[in-house]
């Protein structure tokens, strides 16, 4: 056993995708790992992105080559690391001369399809939209456009799975867990922690800052040397609206501001349509604008065909990235690589200097590469570390077979005959291969417990509380799953009445 006393030689701040990926990254490499998040899990940028493992088509337009490469070249490891979480996506671009010329996409497509190496997903084609299936949903005045592959992601269960797979190889993942300040002392940190138990303080060779919006507010509260790098706060917010069409298929919609703007299929009876770029200083709770409903509603009408208004609007969700500030003037325009900034003691990087490295920026489909080249910066202060190894092993419930979900359905619906078809598929979207730890031996709805609407039982919830850090029904609703999205008001109480009989009980 190991000694509750000895210090942990990493401790991450921030339980999003860069906090867990990094987590994950170092437990497998034999490091003792302490990660601390002071709500939930992806309970902020993490979980509030566009839901999209891409290249970044059109990051191409501000010669961001290098980035673009490293996540096509990710899309395709990521998609065999988590088949039951992501999958492919087509995405179609109707094309407006007046905004980019024809050549100019072409060319853009021709990189796209190439940057990444060798790709398993289709190449870009042109295609007619005014008598395909391409076109559904469009205004008929749109006759050609451009389809490419990219994929699409439940990001939350993507950062549960990477935090499921670091406790799974010994990271101490700690929610509602606040860092309150750190100081250096004969070569450790000692940081001081607020959470559900009173403050405790604990003892660590290295931090790793991965609190996304709040890295400067972090490294305030360590006595790390002031640092000239700024992290520039830019809202992006979404909203979702009933289905737009029947097809399977995603759009990517130009705008004269030449920002772009997705409308994707979500949840079976959705459209999500996003994202904005805003500036703000309030970063604490970002809500959506009138301002940014309006812009997002007045873009998509100028491509469906059914208009849309206000009243449609069924959700909408704000997050803030945490971009690093490299002087742009235009949000859109502000890098989306990541950037790394290590204070440690004085001397040669080595063992007892403890380092506290601050991450800036990154994308969500990049994570896995950021927590590698975290740990390339950190590997001078502790050279015993093993080398890289998260490419090759899937992540929890991703191995199907064959990364086949409808195979895993098949055979779940023979396992669990009395269980409706659409309880399994939403269950086994969540949880991949672990679905069988979810359902055990049940073999009729009944056995799984109250069933609160949209697929979620009981037997469920007690899952996600018992092996998923949830703690409250917003935990279960939007982030471990989006059955708070067509359930009613009443059928969401219900949960959260749940809850907090758990609570109590415990």
Known sequence: MSDPSAPFDILVVGGGINGVGIARDAAGRGLSVLVVERDDLASATSSWSTKLIHGGLRYLEYYEFRLVGEALAEREVLLKLAPHLIEPLAFVLPHEPHLRPAWMIRAGLFLYDRLGGQMSL?????????????????????????????????????????????????????????????????????????????????????????????????????????????????????????????EEHAYILQNADKRIVFVIPYQERYSLIGTTDVAVDDYESPRISDDEIDYLIELANAYLDKPLSRADVVWSYSGVRPLYDDGSSDPSAITRDYVFKTDALDGPPGPGRAPVLSIYGGKITTYRKLAEAALRELAPYFPAMKPPWTAGETLPGGDLPGGDRAALLASLCARHPGVPVDVLRGIARRHGTRTARVLGSARALDDLGEHFGAGLTAREIDFLVDDEWARDADDVLWRRTKCGLPMSAAERERVAAYMRSRAGAS
Do not use: M
Request: charged share 30%; aromatic share 6%.
């Open 122 to 246: 289709p190449r870009s084609t042109g295609v007619r939209l005014d008598d395909s299936r391409w076109g559904a949903g469009l205004q008929p005045r749109f006759r050609k456009g451009f389809v490419y592959a990219d994929a699409r992601v439940d990001d939350a269960r993507l950062v549960l799975v990477n935090a499921i797979s670091a406790r799974d190889h010994g990271a101490d993942v700690r929610v509602r867990t606040r860092f309150v300040s750190a100081r250096r002392e004969a070569g450790l940190w000692h940081a001081t922690l607020d959470g559900p138990t009173g403050r405790e303080e604990i003892a660590a060779r290295a931090i790793v800052n991965a609190a996304g919006p709040w890295v400067a507010d972090v490294l305030r509260a360590t006595d790390a040397k002031p640092t000239r790098a700024r992290v520039r706060h830019v809202k992006g917010s979404h909203i979702v609206v009933p289905r737009q069409h029947a």
